[in-house]
């Protein structure tokens, strides 16, 4: 087997993990609050907390990565998930969860960091479209299976087993990783690292994430979320400073966003789409809850055909994407996406649930064009000592972009219902349908938070429309002459 697909399989162990991690976590709210007694704020941080940690730190280990070694990080990364995975099984108490999902978090930072990089090192930019589609296959399978899984266990055994079932993955996508990747970073060993850069830049994400979710907690005029906000642009305006004129090997080259197009206009795409539609299914599940009265293992189940969708779609965006240029297949597949959004955006009362079933699988369509195109491009435009720094910058601003997405939609809801219904919609608690009136002061405000989302994916399209049309516009003639002559990989 050639060792780009060794290397795309080490990656998709990494993926398939997270994707089972992601999905089956918010089906075991409820039995995690009746076991361990947590309240409305540990639920939300047991999700929270773990967006926090691999947002806040996923640039500065991207960094890492290019420097000491993305082998060496990535592996560190499986190892972190896997004890963090362990230790949140045999949590006590709701805080002692929240910490170790935050590990959990770091462990998925290292391993998100460079997987992107690992890929585009492996593969030559004609074929990362492809390889991207793959991965996308593996995500929407982690998906589908989450759901399987966690039905199963929630039924007969304990949520703790969510947890559990990552320790033999994680064992063995270490040992695999440690055995077939090649090590790479880039060709100046000499460089240091930002330090004061990644403490800032760290800090100012913190701080936005944390006003996001202390606005959603405990208000928006909150003291607590107001100095948060207040005081989130004094890190960044260091780091830009700190970078542009004082810093001798900069964590950001930020010629990638203001000398090369490719990249900033993929990345701000990509920031926007996540902003857009992250917090879409979490909306769809309280309304199949409170609106259709279903619980939350069956309401989950019509997320099914979005990631079937998608797993099919994904390997042919791919490969469109590589022959016709990202442009055009992630604009189409944002453009499936907004019409999805504005379906759903219709739904009532009575609405059918096939309808709900057909828009799904639309929003699959669109992200199997949309994301492997929107990456191969990111990771396209950058240099190639850069992989793990530009990986780093599109899994932050995702991250953040889904954080906020999170707290736009909470907020449209919680804005317009008691807060005791919006905890019980949240955990699935909820034992009945809601009554007429809370209904539809429900639906109105699932409706607004909807349309904000299709105004979004329309500037998504406008961004990923000014990009060039082909990713090899974006690649130096450096990069092409290193891809043509193979340059080959230090081994560990």
């Keep these: 087997m050639e060792y780009k697909w060794k290397a795309l ?41 773990y967006l926090l940690a691999s947002t806040s730190l996923v640039l500065s280990l991207g960094r890492m ?31 002692q969860l929240v910490i170790f999902r935050a590990i959990e978090g770091i462990g998925s930072a290292m391993m998100i960091a460079n997987s992107l990089a690992i890929i585009s090192i492996a593969f030559p930019p004609n074929e990362r479209g492809k390889a991207f589609g793959v991965n996308s296959i593996v995500w929407a399978t982690g998906n589908i299976l989450g759901i399987v899984l966690g039905g199963f266990i929630i ?18 996508g270490t040992l695999w990783a440690w055995k077939t990747l090649k090590e790479t970073k880039a060709n100046n060993i000499k460089e240091s690292f930002d330090v004061p850069a990644a403490i800032a830049f760290t800090l100012g994400i913190l701080l936005i994430q944390l006003g996001v979710t202390n606005g959603l907690l405990y208000g928006w005029h909150d003291i607590s979320t107001i100095i948060s906000f207040i005081l989130s642009p004094f890190p960044f305006i260091f ?10 090997d900069p964590i950001i080259d930020l010629k990638l966003f203001f000398g090369n197009r490719m990249f900033s206009a993929s990345t701000f795409t990509a920031t926007i789409q996540s902003l857009a539609l992250f917090a879409v299914n979490f909306l769809l599940l309280f309304y199949l809850e409170g609106i259709y009265g279903l619980n939350v293992l069956t309401a989950s189940y019509l997320i099914i055909p979005m990631a079937l969708v998608n797993a099919i779609i994904g390997p042919f965006g791919g490969r469109l994407s590589d022959k016709y240029g990202s442009r055009l297949i992630s604009t189409i597949g944002l453009g499936f996406q907004a019409i999805a959004i504005l379906m759903l955006s219709f739904m009532n009362s009575s ?36 992989y793990g720094a530009a990986s780093g910058v599109l899994s932050t601003f995702r991250n953040t972009g889904m954080i906020l997405s999170f707290a736009v939609a909470l907020s449209a809801v919680a804005a317009r219902l008691p807060s005791y219904i ?30 904000i989302s299709f105004g979004l994916l329309i500037v998504a399209m406008i961004v990923s429309l000014i990009r060039p049309s082909k990713q090899l516009q974006g690649i130096s003639s450096q990069e092409k002459l290193s891809q043509q002559q193979k340059i080959p990989l230090q081994n560990s």
Excluded: C
């Excluded at 990535?74 to 190892?79: D, I, R, S």
């Excluded at 780091?239 to 001798?248: C, G, I, P, Q, Y």
């Excluded at 955990?427 to 909807?450: H, M, R």
């Design 422 to 451: 919006v905890y019980q919609l949240f955990v699935g608690t909820i034992n009945s349908k809601l009554d007429v009136s809370t209904a539809n002061i429900y639906l109105s405000a699932q409706s607004f938070a909807y349309h």
């Design 351 to 386: 609405t059918p649930l096939w309808y709900i079933a057909l828009t799904e699988a639309i929003f699959g369509i669109g992200g199997g064009l949309f994301w492997p195109s929107n990456t191969s491009a990111v990771m396209s435009g950058a240099p190639k000592g850069k």
């Design 239 to 248: 780091f830009l400073v700190w970078e542009t004129r004082f810093a001798k």
């Design 9 to 49: 399989s080490v990656t998709s162990v990494g993926s398939f993990m997270s994707a089972i991690d992601s999905t089956v976590v918010l089906l075991a709210l409820v039995p995690i609050t009746e076991d361990l007694h947590a309240d409305y704020v540990t639920i939300v941080w047991i999700v929270i907390g």
């Design 65 to 95: 990565g290019d420097m000491y070694g993305r082998k060496r990080i990535y592996n560190l990364g499986f190892v972190v998930f896997t004890i963090g995975s362990l230790f949140a099984a045999l949590s006590m108490n709701g805080i």
């Design 155 to 172: 039924t007969f055994t304990t949520w703790r087993w969510i947890f559990l079932i990552n320790v033999p993955i994680g064992i063995f």
